[in-house]
């Protein structure tokens, strides 16, 4: 019968499946009898794969009775993780323990006695673990047992109740919004004591090896010990000076190796350190006591000093308000305003991330906090170590995804092809030494030295130098890149995600005008608030934000201060005499003149709403708005509000404001001017960002019950205000950008939490959209009661261009690439909530909206995430550029994501620009074609030097003879190492082609420029050699039976000469310049060593000095032998020109790609988005404007065009 397998995170990136194994002691004794008969080979092997041992060595048996387990991830790599059981002395006790399948909380908090309350997480230390839920008496002294697996810094428990291993979660899982305010009081000191020992101690923990440790893991690296191999076989073979050289080299690479990844360990170390702080906690009796924020666990109550602090866990405020800065966290450094936890509904379960206006996370930086009267600001601990936010983002950079990269997987097999050449080479290797009847020693030796010829142990480092120079450059430019091997990705990209505002757009918001609603409509624009009647309008604009005072100064969102800005009022925070509203207020807001007018003082004027600012008269008595409560701004229900209470009225308002389309839901609809509709459209259109306004009176709301009633019983029923107008200019740099990525046929689409027709206008004005394209907008509802999911196909209308659109503009955007021809010239826009419903019913028509979307708008942050993750399951090579704010989901699972801003919240993307706009964008691009390029030459370049040297060899063995230990050093060292290192030292190309350079290396048109270098270098050594044998005064070399190879012969000679020019001749022929790399003689390190090389191969040639003969073991071949020499150098120079030929005229061309093409019967593209392109021509009626297409599966009768 099957084990169960364990499952972990289901449904999740982190999704593991494993399987348990127990300690064996036949398998222990005979991993021991192994490790003695292969001399501890087996140890290495089993260090490089732990999950072989297991799998050999131990016995599987089920999850419970499991000493160890074997975790497999979703992207099939192994892990071999050990059970770490714990001995615990404290009892679990307290409504605050959420665990997996925990009991029930009875009222007075404590856990349901009907089991036992520590049993559930702590099993007996008895014979049997089945046994493990136990009665928990007071005659009960059996020590407990606390069983757990830790991967990858998270922490699963063993839940006898269940029978699995289960994630541990702090108090962000499953638990009521209500608990925390009647039921979560704080731990006392056998609490804390107990829960330390399950969620360990609160900190985020980046180790920082020793050299010693560094350096053993590093020389136990495969590449490292195929190196030491390979010297002690040339050490054997009295190559001292190769081998010692080697050895130089292999040592100053560990050490700079050593040093970069101890200097990266440290600079994580010291960002994610935790400084150890005394931490006041408050205990159920209100009790306080000072601890370090190293004992902080889940449930404990702290206070959070009025100066501020750095969060060192993840909490949520119960009291008081807090401004924090969460740079750190979203690359937003705009203080946020932190507000305690309002009481919701019993059953209402808390999220951090829906409530996040009300948890202070770790790692941001509280700046100011406030209180009333004595109080302190209290906030209860929910997360602590590497469950919290910042432990989360340090997690996904100490264990990234790994990368799914062609070249990468091909450059594997391509080795294994090389080490099957030299298997061949083995077998002919063993039949020569036996003919010349050389000793088994001898023959072990030459057979072993042809691997290290076949392979070369410089070949992963040769990969590497592209991708090095061209982080130094991007570096230059002002773009830091914390993961390299995402350089070479960038060469690929085939679409580009820009979020808009900060990124396309200026990060500055104008007010461009205002539009109260009227009885005659929303005609009226004002542009000066001076000019507005005194009314709820201008309120609403003084009111409803979420600005503070730091330092004498407003801090605050942008657009809340340029709203607030424009009003000319003035803000006062607490402090000030506010004993006249009955309570104390957070904030005061007034007036210019601070008075309120009254309508006998304007003759003409009806009523005083209708006074004009500009017209109040100081004389009068105080107009004050006092700011009771405030409900922040939430990007998933799109608005803020606040609950106010004017100066001398004795009833409090509600002020709203926040995306149109929402506040007017939640409006009176006799209150909405029947031209709304168009205003918005129209105002929209042109790109404005516009905000919608409202308000409502509370009449029967006391100052006790606003703080406690939830946003959802008063923003409803509002009055529609108005309408703010704001204008987003975008940056001069994007549109260039955007039209230069197009022409290089590289997608463009814009991602937003944007209006999405105000996205829409943005992305005509900068060309994500063409000026004539039309824009269908996909609107999908989820299902009702009484109809399934469906989507309305709309068409937004042209906008009228009054300059001619050049036929380039039109036919070469990129969708129409993507979709077909002039007809389907379309694109779609959608929005979030649609986003979401397609997500759930369409996904069969997923593939076909993400290859036409153009504009992604009122787009959450796990939402923009998504959409790259369908775009790259499509085949994309997807890059995203976002301001920091929002983006970090998109910009970490991006292939290439590169973050604008300069806060900490950088470290979570690949890249970071420190110019400010998309220019950038080219530039990395540009940089990972010239890496990936490079790439591609150097590893070519190692692979046919490893095959010119092989070649060379097998002849002299032929010949019974052989290279010398000099001329080795020079071809290894003198030009292998030199050209290798400088070839990557070529500049990008200035121009973006819309080509994109190659990502495989097993291609048909590769290998067969690889296999044709190697016929016609082949060749040319051959023919070299036997045009030698020809010569009258050839002396042919005759080995002693059973000696050493002699290395002075005719046959070294003439072939090492020869094969000298064929190293420069690839280096230089894999070192071609546009259209992703500069010309060869730019690379002027490398140009000037390729001259220098070919003059000292040509003065060996023709003119050896004496000392260098002997050097390098040359036999002497006189100046009366021109001719032969003459010979020699047309061979090379042919060699020369036939390697160019097969490099740029035969395998780059358009013509040898359709022969490919023909040869390998290829009747579809691999990549899926050219396969649904190809499948949408096919269907010329979608998408199916004007009608509604249901959810699969589903009759709808209106449908006309179904998926």
Same mark, same amino acid.
């Given at each position: 019968?099957?084990?169960?397998?364990?499952?972990?995170n289901?449904?999740?990136?982190?999704?593991?499946?494993?399987?348990?194994?127990?300690?064996?002691?036949?398998?222990?004794?005979?991993?021991?009898?192994?490790?003695?008969v292969?001399?501890?080979?087996?140890?290495?092997?089993?260090?490089?794969k732990?999950?072989?041992?297991?799998?050999?060595?131990?016995?599987?048996?089920?999850?419970?009775?499991?000493?160890?387990?074997?975790?497999e991830?979703?992207?099939?790599?192994?892990?071999?993780?050990?059970?770490?059981?714990?001995q615990?002395?404290?009892?679990?006790?307290?409504?605050?323990?959420?665990?997996?399948?925990?009991?029930p909380?009875?009222?007075?908090?404590?856990?349901?006695?009907?089991?036992?309350?520590?049993?559930?997480?702590?099993?007996?230390?008895?014979?049997?673990?089945?046994?493990?839920?136990?009665?928990?008496?007071?005659?009960? *002294?059996?020590?407990?047992?606390?069983?757990?697996?830790?991967?990858?810094?998270?922490?699963?428990?063993?839940?006898?109740?269940?029978?699995?291993?289960?994630?541990?979660?702090?108090?962000?899982?499953?638990?009521?919004?209500?608990?925390?305010?009647?039921?979560?009081?704080?731990?006392?000191?056998?609490?804390?004591?107990?829960?330390?020992?399950?969620y360990?101690?609160n900190?985020?923990?980046?180790?920082?090896?020793?050299?010693?440790?560094?350096?053993?893991?590093?020389?136990?690296?495969?590449?490292?010990?195929f190196?030491?191999?390979?010297?002690?076989?040339?050490?054997?073979?009295?190559?001292?000076?190769?081998?010692?050289?080697?050895?130089?080299?292999?040592?100053?690479?560990?050490?700079?190796?050593?040093?970069?990844?101890k200097?990266?360990?440290?600079?994580?170390?010291?960002?994610?350190?935790?400084?150890?702080?005394?931490?006041?906690?408050?205990?159920?009796?209100?009790?306080?006591?000072?601890?370090t924020?190293?004992?902080?666990?889940?449930?404990?109550?702290?206070?959070?000093?009025?100066?501020?602090?750095?969060?060192?866990?993840?909490?949520?405020?119960?009291?008081g308000?807090?401004?924090?800065?969460?740079?750190?966290?979203?690359?937003?450094?705009?203080?946020?305003?932190?507000?305690?936890?309002?009481?919701?509904?019993?059953?209402?379960?808390?999220?951090?991330?829906e409530?996040?206006?009300?948890?202070?996370?770790?790692?941001?930086?509280?700046?100011?906090?406030? $209180?009333?009267?004595?109080?302190?600001?209290?906030?209860?601990?929910?997360?602590?170590?590497?469950?919290?936010?910042?432990?989360?983002?340090?997690?996904?950079?100490?264990?990234?995804?790994?990368?799914?990269?062609?070249?990468?997987?091909?450059?594997?097999?391509?080795?294994?092809?090389?080490?099957?050449?030299?298997?061949?080479?083995?077998?002919?290797?063993?039949?020569? /030494?036996?003919? $010349?009847?050389?000793?088994?020693?001898?023959?072990?030796?030459?057979?072993?030295?042809?691997?290290?010829?076949?392979?070369?142990?410089?070949?992963?480092?040769?990969?590497?130098?592209?991708?090095?120079?061209?982080?130094?450059?991007?570096?230059?430019?002002?773009?830091?890149?914390?993961?390299?091997?995402?350089?070479?990705?960038?060469?690929?990209?085939?679409l580009?995600?820009?979020?808009?505002? =900060?990124?396309?757009?200026e990060?500055?918001?104008?007010?461009?005008?205002?539009?109260?609603?009227?009885?005659?409509?929303?005609?009226?624009?004002?542009?000066?608030?001076?000019?507005?009647?005194?009314?709820?309008?201008?309120?609403?604009?003084?009111t409803?934000?979420?600005?503070?005072?730091m330092?004498?100064?407003?801090?605050?969102?942008?657009?809340?201060?340029?709203?607030?800005?424009a009003?000319?009022?003035?803000?006062?925070?607490?402090?000030?005499?506010?004993?006249?509203?009955?309570?104390?207020?957070?904030?005061?807001?007034?007036?210019?003149?601070?008075?309120?007018?009254?309508?006998?003082?304007?003759?003409?004027?009806?009523?005083?709403?209708?006074?004009?600012?500009?017209?109040?008269?100081?004389?009068?008595?105080?107009?004050?708005? =006092?700011?009771?409560?405030?409900?922040?701004?939430?990007?998933?229900?799109?608005?803020?509000? *606040?609950?106010?209470?004017?100066?001398?009225?004795?009833?409090?308002?509600? $002020?709203?404001?926040?995306?149109?389309?929402?506040?007017?839901?939640?409006?009176?609809?006799?209150?909405?001017?029947?031209?709304?509709?168009?205003?918005?459209?129209?105002?929209?259109?042109?790109?404005?960002?516009?905000?919608?306004?409202?308000?409502?009176?509370?009449?029967?709301?006391?100052?006790?019950?606003?703080?406690?009633?939830?946003?959802?019983?008063?923003?409803?029923?509002?009055?529609?205000?108005?309408?703010?107008?704001?204008?987003?200019?975008?940056k001069?740099?994007?549109?260039?950008?955007?039209?230069?990525?197009?022409?290089?046929?590289?997608?463009?689409?814009?991602?937003?939490?944007?209006?999405?027709l105000?996205?829409?206008?943005?992305?005509?004005?900068?060309?994500?959209?063409?000026?004539?394209q039309?824009?269908?907008?996909?609107?999908?509802?989820?299902?009702?009661?009484n109809r399934?999911?469906?989507?309305?196909?709309?068409?937004?209308?042209?906008?009228?261009?009054?300059?001619?659109?050049?036929?380039?503009?039109?036919?070469?955007?990129?969708?129409?690439?993507?979709?077909?021809d002039?007809?389907?010239?379309?694109?779609l826009?959608?929005?979030?909530?649609?986003?979401?419903?397609?997500?759930?019913?369409?996904?069969?028509?997923?593939?076909?909206?993400?290859?036409k979307?153009?504009?992604?708008?009122?787009?959450?942050?796990?939402?923009?995430?998504?959409?790259v993750?369908?775009?790259?399951?499509?085949?994309?090579?997807?890059?995203?550029?976002?301001?920091?704010?929002?983006?970090?989901?998109?910009?970490?699972?991006?292939?290439?994501?590169?973050?604008?801003?300069?806060?900490?919240?950088?470290?979570a993307?690949?890249?970071?620009?420190?110019?400010?706009?998309?220019?950038?964008?080219?530039?990395?691009?540009?940089?990972?074609?010239?890496?990936?390029?490079?790439?591609?030459?150097?590893?070519?370049?190692?692979?046919?030097?490893?095959?010119?040297?092989?070649?060379?060899v097998?002849?002299l063995?032929?010949?019974?003879?052989?290279?010398?230990?000099t001329?080795?050093?020079?071809?290894?060292?003198l030009?292998t190492?030199?050209?290798?290192?400088? /070839?990557?030292?070529?500049?990008?190309?200035?121009?973006?082609?819309?080509?994109?350079?190659?990502?495989?290396?097993?291609?048909?048109?590769?290998?067969?420029?690889?296999?044709?270098?190697?016929?016609?270098?082949?060749?040319?050594?051959?023919?070299?050699?036997?045009?030698?044998?020809?010569?009258?005064?050839? *002396?042919?070399?005759?080995?002693?039976?059973?000696?050493?190879?002699d290395?002075?012969?005719?046959?070294?000679?003439?072939?090492?000469?020869?094969?000298?020019?064929?190293?420069?001749?690839?280096?230089?022929?894999?070192?071609t310049?546009?259209?992703?790399?500069?010309?060869?003689?730019?690379?002027?390190?490398?140009?000037i060593?390729?001259?220098?090389?070919?003059?000292?191969?040509l003065?060996?040639?023709?003119?050896?000095?004496?000392?260098?003969?002997?050097?390098?073991?040359?036999?002497?071949?006189?100046?009366?032998?021109?001719?032969?020499?003459?010979?020699?150098?047309?061979? *090379?120079?042919?060699?020369?020109?036939?390697?160019?030929?097969?490099?740029?005229?035969?395998?780059?061309?358009?013509?040898?790609?359709?022969?490919?093409?023909?040869?390998?019967?290829?009747r579809?593209?691999?990549?899926?988005?050219?396969?649904?392109?190809?499948?949408?021509?096919?269907?010329?009626?979608?998408?199916?404007?004007?009608?509604?297409t249901c959810?699969?599966?589903?009759?709808?009768?209106?449908?006309?065009?179904?998926?």
């Open positions: 019968m099957p084990h169960k397998k364990l499952l972990l289901f449904g999740t990136d982190d999704q593991l499946v494993g399987t348990g194994y127990r300690l064996s002691s036949v398998g222990t004794i005979m991993s021991y009898v192994l490790a003695i292969t001399a501890a080979l087996s140890i290495l092997v089993f260090y490089w732990p999950n072989w041992k297991v799998r050999l060595f131990y016995s599987k048996c089920s999850v419970q009775d499991a000493d160890l387990f074997i975790l991830d979703k992207y099939h790599q192994n892990f071999v993780v050990w059970v770490i059981k714990q615990v002395d404290s009892e679990l006790e307290g409504p605050h323990f959420h665990w997996p399948n925990s009991q909380v009875q009222p007075n908090g404590k856990l349901n006695r009907s089991r036992s309350k520590s049993n559930e997480f702590f099993s007996s230390d008895v014979s049997d673990d089945r046994q493990a839920l136990i009665s928990d008496t007071e005659d009960n *002294v059996t020590a407990k047992i606390f069983r757990y697996l830790d991967h990858h810094n998270v922490r699963y428990i063993w839940t006898p109740s269940n029978s699995n291993y289960e994630r541990l979660h702090g108090l962000d899982t499953g638990v009521k919004c209500m608990d925390f305010h009647e039921k979560f009081e704080g731990n006392d000191e056998s609490q804390r004591a107990a829960l330390e020992v399950v360990g101690k900190e985020i923990d980046v180790e920082v090896k020793s050299y010693g440790k560094l350096f053993v893991e590093e020389v136990l690296n495969p590449f490292y010990i190196q030491i191999a390979s010297i002690g076989l040339w050490m054997s073979d009295n190559y001292y000076y190769y081998a010692a050289t080697i050895a130089f080299i292999s040592l100053i690479s560990i050490a700079i190796s050593l040093y970069e990844t200097k990266q360990a440290i600079t994580l170390h010291d960002m994610v350190k935790t400084p150890v702080e005394p931490t006041n906690t408050v205990s159920k009796d209100n009790v306080k006591k000072t601890i924020n190293y004992e902080l666990v889940p449930g404990d109550v702290i206070e959070i000093p009025a100066n501020g602090c750095m969060m060192l866990c993840d909490a949520v405020l119960m009291s308000n807090c401004i924090v800065n969460e740079a750190m966290l979203t690359g937003e450094s705009v203080p946020v305003t932190k507000t305690p936890l309002p009481h919701t509904r019993a059953e209402e379960k808390f999220c951090p991330n409530y996040k206006r009300h948890v202070l996370f770790c790692g941001t930086q509280v700046l100011q906090t406030r $209180y009333y009267g004595n109080a302190t600001v209290k906030a209860t601990v929910i997360r602590t170590g590497f469950q919290t936010a910042k432990g989360e983002l340090i997690r996904s950079i100490m264990y990234p995804k790994p990368m799914d990269f062609k070249f990468y997987q091909e450059s594997i097999r391509f080795i294994l092809v090389l080490a099957a050449i030299a298997l061949v080479g083995m077998s002919f290797t063993i039949y020569i /030494m036996t003919k $010349y009847h050389q000793s088994m020693s001898v023959v072990i030796k030459r057979v072993l030295d042809i691997v290290t010829i076949v392979v070369p142990p410089a070949l992963p480092a040769a990969m590497t130098v592209g991708m090095v120079y061209a982080q130094r450059r991007l570096k230059t430019a002002g773009i830091f890149c914390i993961s390299p091997p995402r350089i070479n990705l960038c060469g690929k990209l085939k580009f995600c820009f979020d808009k505002t =900060g990124t396309l757009t990060d500055g918001l104008d007010l461009w005008g205002m539009v109260p609603a009227l009885s005659e409509g929303l005609h009226q624009v004002y542009h000066d608030s001076g000019q507005l009647p005194r009314g709820p309008f201008i309120s609403a604009m003084a409803c934000h979420s600005l503070t005072r330092g004498g100064e407003l801090n605050g969102d942008p657009l809340d201060l340029k709203m607030f800005e009003t000319h009022w003035t803000l006062e925070e607490p402090g000030e005499d506010t004993s006249r509203f009955d309570t104390i207020m957070p904030t005061v807001v007034r007036p210019p003149e601070g008075r309120e007018p009254t309508v006998e003082m304007f003759p003409g004027i009806e009523s005083a709403e209708h006074i004009p600012m500009s017209r109040l008269q100081s004389q009068q008595s105080p107009y004050e708005i =006092g700011i009771v409560k405030q409900f922040t701004f939430s990007s998933s229900l799109q608005r803020m509000s *606040v609950i106010t209470r004017t100066l001398g009225k004795d009833f409090m308002e509600l $002020y709203a404001k926040g995306a149109p389309e929402k506040i007017t839901s939640l409006c009176l609809p006799q209150t909405i001017p029947s031209d709304f509709a168009e205003v918005l459209k129209g105002y929209t259109m042109q790109g404005f960002r516009v905000i919608a306004l409202a308000h409502k009176p509370l009449h029967d709301l006391s100052w006790i019950q606003a703080q406690r009633v939830t946003r959802d019983q008063v923003e409803v029923d509002m009055t529609f205000t108005g309408l703010l107008i704001m204008q987003n200019s975008l001069p740099e994007t549109t260039p950008i955007i039209k230069l990525l197009n022409e290089a046929n590289i997608r463009t689409v814009m991602v937003t939490g944007d209006n999405i105000t996205a829409v206008s943005v992305a005509r004005e900068c060309s994500i959209i063409g000026r004539r039309r824009v269908i907008q996909v609107q999908a509802s989820p299902p009702a009661a399934p999911a469906q989507i309305e196909w709309v068409s937004h209308e042209v906008p009228h261009v009054e300059s001619e659109t050049t036929d380039h503009e039109f036919h070469d955007n990129p969708y129409q690439d993507a979709g077909g002039a007809a389907q010239d379309f694109c826009t959608v929005d979030g909530k649609s986003f979401a419903v397609l997500m759930d019913h369409f996904s069969s028509l997923m593939p076909r909206i993400c290859l979307g153009a504009v992604f708008a009122r787009m959450g942050p796990e939402q923009k995430a998504q959409l993750e369908q775009l790259q399951a499509l085949g994309y090579g997807v890059g995203m550029c976002g301001d920091g704010a929002n983006d970090c989901s998109a910009l970490k699972a991006a292939h290439a994501g590169i973050s604008l801003s300069e806060a900490e919240a950088s470290v993307s690949p890249f970071t620009s420190k110019i400010p706009n998309i220019s950038c964008v080219p530039t990395v691009i540009r940089e990972g074609r010239a890496a990936l390029t490079t790439s591609f030459g150097c590893f070519k370049y190692m692979g046919l030097y490893s095959l010119i040297q092989f070649v060379s097998i002849l063995y032929w010949a019974g003879s052989n290279l010398g230990d001329q080795f050093l020079y071809i290894d060292l030009i190492t030199t050209v290798a290192i400088l /070839m990557g030292h070529t500049h990008a190309y200035h121009k973006l082609v819309a080509q994109r350079p190659r990502g495989g290396l097993l291609s048909f048109s590769s290998m067969f420029a690889l296999f044709a270098q190697i016929i016609l270098m082949t060749a040319v050594q051959v023919a070299t050699y036997l045009y030698l044998q020809k010569q009258y005064w050839f *002396v042919k070399n005759v080995p002693k039976p059973g000696g050493d190879f290395t002075v012969t005719y046959e070294t000679t003439v072939v090492f000469i020869v094969s000298s020019f064929q190293y420069i001749t690839l280096a230089v022929n894999y070192s310049g546009p259209p992703y790399r500069k010309r060869i003689w730019t690379n002027k390190p490398f140009f060593s390729a001259i220098l090389l070919t003059l000292l191969s003065l060996l040639l023709f003119y050896p000095p004496t000392f260098l003969e002997n050097f390098l073991t040359m036999v002497h071949i006189g100046i009366e032998h021109y001719g032969f020499k003459i010979i020699l150098l047309l061979a *090379v120079t042919t060699h020369f020109l036939g390697s160019f030929i097969i490099e740029v005229f035969v395998s780059e061309t358009e013509t040898f790609q359709t022969l490919s093409r023909y040869v390998r019967r290829k579809l593209p691999n990549n899926k988005y050219k396969r649904v392109a190809i499948d949408m021509r096919k269907d010329p009626t979608w998408p199916p404007i004007g009608d509604v959810a699969e599966n589903v009759t709808c009768r209106e449908t006309r065009v179904a998926s």
